[in-house]
């Protein structure tokens, strides 16, 4: 098993969460920013679209003990950039891609722990996602999404927690979620 990675990855021991955070998992969960989580039971995936809320996230993990370096190594958080890839060295993380062959399209991202005692990813259930995931939904995994430019994009406006741009490049709306920072 593994997690999926998408945008913006915040990864998290769950070893450490039980153990270092202020009230464990429950504490851990209650914390969140974000509804797009997954977890193997090993690690746990926490979702950003934006990289200033990804950055206050990690803070918000450290001022709670969690610690991300070490002698420039990760030590109990990750960061993976879907486009750019890790943040850091992180030595205790896998990252591998899968192609499901009833989507051709598609190349979905994941990470899992090394020396996992978990199954291989061989088919897309093994892969953990956020409950409101969908592969037929989700546009990051097609093998020929480019990421556009902030200067592709014109400020439109708010709905709800979620910031709204023209993309002047696609000549239609995107949605950048923000988390609850």
Not at 14 to 28: E, L, Q, V
Not at 170 to 180: A, D, P, Q
């Amino acid at each position: 098993m593994s997690v999926l990675l998408e945008c913006l990855s915040v990864i998290v021991k769950n070893s450490k969460i039980i153990s270092d955070f202020p009230g464990g998992m429950n504490g851990f969960m209650e914390s969140m920013p974000s509804g797009h989580h997954c977890t193997d039971g090993e690690i746990i995936r926490v979702g950003f679209m934006h990289p200033d809320d990804t950055e206050k996230y990690i803070q918000f993990l450290e001022s709670l003990g969690l610690v991300i370096l070490k002698d420039d190594k990760s030590v109990d958080i990750c960061v993976i950039d879907m486009w750019a890839g890790a943040w850091m060295d992180c030595e205790w993380l896998l990252v591998g891609d899968f192609f499901p062959e009833d989507y051709p399209n598609k190349r979905i991202l994941y990470a899992k722990l090394v020396n996992s005692k978990l199954k291989s990813v061989k088919k897309l259930e093994d892969i953990a996602v956020p409950e409101v995931w969908t592969i037929e939904r989700n546009v990051f995994s097609e093998k020929d999404f480019e990421p556009s430019m902030e200067e592709d994009h014109e400020y439109i406006g708010r709905e709800g927690n979620v910031d709204v741009y023209f993309d002047k490049k696609r000549g239609k709306k995107v949605y950048l979620g923000r988390g609850k920072l």
